[in-house]
């Protein structure tokens, strides 16, 4: 209501104002309308019926979605509603869910079909999750993007609802031991409760077909967790990845955290590193591959995410 107000005002100030046109949503678009140049952000609190305090603050493009801006309107004091009425496998569904949110960007797919594990897609996206059980991170994946295929990766078995589903390929092994199938095998459907081994198929040549996620919760020593996105980077497994990395005691370890950091983006892939709302003594890393001037490397693409499609929006933009 308040910023409905405002706008009143203001469009009594400056009549001839007009709203920006609207963006299309495919950044690889070569017809889509190009991006505003500047975004800014207007803050404002009430300290009485009769004083506010206002800020008005430039948006920086972080990425990696042309959304994905820092401060956002989209998220009033860096919020995102992300909360699931029905019942999920577990509460740490939130953290990827702001995740993904932040990223401004969604597992992509062009022609997919997710009714059952026959159904057969030129495109699919495949999303390794390790360290999946009890299956949260796996059911926002399968209830968010239906047409990503998940390969949910525990020495324990996810939730019985994932492990019927058909697009879900439960994996019996060790989450950092796991090697990827090369992403054109993203085509295939999954086999519902089917189990593997620890280790898929590998190949150099990643950027033939769709992109390929890896998420992970997995609980372990912050070295590990730099270890694991070290490993995954310098094979170029994943054009994306959204890892929580854990903290022992009390103060995080901000060196490993720096050290981190340091390797993911030195093995060709932008990072950034935020405590959610939802984390507790942890951060997530969101790691995407590097874009080139004459667009993404290789075929991979960055699938913009639309607005609301995993939580909603606090409010309206004006």
Excluded at 91 to 101: D, F, Q, T, V
Aim: hydrophobic share 35%; glycine share 8%; aromatic share 6%.
């Amino acid at each position: 209501k308040i910023g409905e107000e405002i706008s009143k005002m203001l469009k009594k100030s400056y009549p001839a104002a007009r709203k920006a046109p609207p963006t299309n949503q495919g950044a690889d678009d070569e017809n889509s309308s190009a991006l505003p140049k500047e975004r800014w952000v207007l803050q404002m609190m009430l300290q009485s019926p009769n004083i506010a305090v206002a800020c008005l603050t430039q948006c920086h493009h972080v990425g990696p979605g042309n959304n994905a801006y820092w401060p956002n309107a989209l998220h009033p004091l860096g919020l995102a509603k992300v909360d699931i009425i029905e019942k999920m496998p577990s509460s740490a569904y939130r953290k990827l869910m702001e995740g993904i949110e932040c990223m401004g960007v969604r597992p992509s797919s062009t022609t997919a079909s997710s009714s059952s594990s026959s159904s057969s897609s030129s495109s699919l996206t495949t999303v390794v999750d390790l360290g999946a059980c009890p299956g949260g991170w796996t059911a926002v994946v399968r209830r968010c993007f239906d047409d990503s295929r998940v390969i949910a990766v525990d020495r324990t078995v996810v939730d019985s609802s994932l492990m019927k589903d058909g697009m879900v390929d439960f994996v019996k092994g060790d989450a950092f031991a796991f090697e990827p199938p090369e992403r054109t095998l993203a085509e295939g459907g999954g086999s519902g409760s089917g189990s593997g081994s620890s280790s898929g198929s590998t190949s150099n040549d990643n950027n033939n077909n769709n992109d390929l996620w890896m998420i992970s919760d997995v609980i372990a020593y912050p070295e590990r967790a730099t270890e694991l996105m070290s490993k995954w980077c310098e094979m170029k497994w994943a054009s994306h990845m959204i890892v929580t990395m854990k903290f022992q005691g009390k103060e995080p370890d901000l060196e490993e955290l720096d050290r981190a950091i340091d390797i993911v983006r030195n093995l060709g892939y932008d990072c950034r590193v935020k405590h959610f709302f939802n984390n507790k003594n942890e951060v997530t890393f969101m790691v995407s591959e590097k874009k080139t001037k004459n667009g993404v490397m290789g075929k991979v693409r960055n699938n913009d995410l639309e607005v609301g499609i995993v939580g909603t929006s606090m409010f309206s933009t004006l």
